[in-house]
Structures are given as C-alpha cells and as structure tokens.
C-alpha cells in the first residue's frame, strides 16, 4: 500500500514538472491543425496525464 502512494507521488510530480514547462509554448505565431502549440501541448498533456494515472492504477490494480 506504501508503494502505491510513493509511484502515484512520483507521477505527480512527473505531472507538476511537464505542466510547469508549458507556459514556454505560450506564443501565438506557430500553430499545429489550427491551434496554437499552447492549447496542442494543453491536449496533448491532458492525455498523457491521464495515461500516467491510470497505468500507476493498474499495475497496483493487478499487481497484489
């Protein structure tokens, strides 16, 4: 059970550290699809966060 708190601390931090960079993609002069790298890298975050949850989730899910 300690085990599962210190990865789900690990990957939030892994989080706070990818959503802390992101402010650097603020500008408005590139775009990918139409949106600008800002909002692409805000979607792609999204994912990628909920991804790095789920798979802490399920390996302890499985692994007891």
Excluded: C
Excluded at 2 to 26: E, Q
Excluded at 36 to 48: A, H, K, R
């Amino acid at each position: 059970e300690t085990l599962f708190y210190i990865a789900a601390f690990v990957a939030l931090i892994v989080d706070i550290i990818l959503y802390s960079i992101y402010p650097v993609f603020n500008s408005g002069t590139t775009s990918i699809g139409g949106l600008t790298v800002f909002y692409v890298y805000q979607l792609i975050m999204l994912v990628v966060s909920s991804l790095l949850f789920l798979a802490v989730s399920l390996i302890f899910k499985y692994w007891r």
